[in-house]
């Protein structure tokens, strides 16, 4: 079932198979447009929340936790906040 990445269990359970690659071309995609905001718009990422619902809330959980690490002792360089929610 595609997605922001694909699921290939229904229902998704703890044991269900993983899309990394999907997973990493969704956050890829929130982290270009959190450069397009930066660059084009002057917005810092201390200043940005990123969010989704279900998958997109998943994907970025990840990219603001990737951001938070690779940001880790610089300042104004992590996301704001994340927001994830599901049904």
Known sequence: MPGWFDLYD???DVGSEDDPEGLEKAVRQ???AVSKLESEDGIPPS???V???SQGGA???LAAYNKNLRSQGVAD??????VGLSA
């Open 10 to 12: 229904w229902p998704i």
């Open 30 to 32: 929130i982290e270009e």
């Open 59 to 61: 994907a970025a959980l």
């Open 47 to 49: 200043r940005i929340v």
């Open 77 to 82: 360089t992590a996301y704001a906040g994340c």
């Open 51 to 53: 969010g989704g619902f």
